[in-house]
């Protein structure tokens, strides 16, 4: 375990430094969600007494989509550079190397999740200059759930790269992936606005639970039945996007 860590720490701070370089994508990442709350926001304040809307204040209930969307876009098109890294030779000099294909993955995926999660906290500062009032849990729950969404959707992102090895592949991957994922789970609009067949479909999308126990979290209930589902869906897809992430990285190595 300690040699892993060592291994994954010197991967971590590698690409951490390369981040901050070239902190371009981490801007750019960022100001899709920002757009939302300053374009979108008014106008969902304005539907928010219409009937099926979620009970609570309307920033408490856009507000955690759009975390839940930086979570999810802000580390699913991290494979883009594992592919740039991979033809330029980098990824394969690392696998040769005495370290675990593991730790690789687990530094890079360190990095995503850091920089998505501190993006999530001033995403939610931002929020407080239009009107979002929560509590000291509720932004606890946040970045906890936004980090574990960033864990999985990156080491998908990666997993995926290191199949197909090719950007013009792995675009559509990841956008028949997310559009799904962005379309039922009332990240934008709640699902209770839906159609009741919507609706039904949309049951079926681990994230939307998510969505919703953010959002019972942001109402004040922290440690509502929501709440808690949120978390062991988040946890779940966490680990099994970690095995699939860590079983491409030991094929490649292999």
Not at 20 to 35: F, R, T
Not at 56 to 84: E, T, Y
Not at 155 to 164: P, Q, R, T
Request: glycine share 8%; hydrophobic share 60%.
């Amino acid at each position: 375990m300690k040699k892993y860590l060592s291994d994954a720490s010197v991967v971590f701070s590698r690409s951490l430094l390369l981040a901050l370089q070239n902190p371009v994508w981490i801007i750019i990442s960022l100001m899709q969600p920002i757009l939302y709350l300053t374009l979108f926001g008014p106008v969902l304040e304005a539907v928010s007494h219409a009937p099926g809307f979620p009970p609570g204040d309307s920033w408490r209930v856009f507000v955690p989509g759009l975390l839940v969307q930086l979570g999810i876009f802000g580390a699913a098109f991290v494979g883009f550079g594992m592919i740039a890294e991979w033809r330029a030779g980098v990824i394969e000099r690392m696998l040769v190397a005495p370290m675990r294909p593991t730790a690789l993955l687990g530094g890079l995926v360190a990095r995503d999740v850091l920089v998505v999660t501190l993006q999530g906290a001033l995403l939610t500062g931002l929020s407080f200059l239009f009107g979002l009032r929560i509590s000291p849990e509720a932004f606890l729950v946040a970045l906890l759930l936004i980090a574990l969404l960033a864990a999985s959707f990156a080491s998908l992102s990666y997993g995926a790269a290191l199949l197909v090895k090719n950007e013009n592949a792995l675009a559509p991957m990841v956008n028949s992936l997310a559009l799904p994922i962005l379309l039922l789970s009332g990240i934008l609009l709640p699902m209770s606005l839906a159609p009741e067949w919507l609706q039904v479909v949309s049951d079926f999308n681990p994230i939307k639970h998510v969505v919703n126990g953010l959002r019972a979290a942001f109402r004040g209930d922290a440690l509502s039945t929501s709440t808690l589902i949120a978390f062991v869906i988040a946890c779940v897809i966490a680990v099994l996007s970690v095995l699939a992430g860590a079983r491409a990285m030991k094929n490649l190595a292999n």
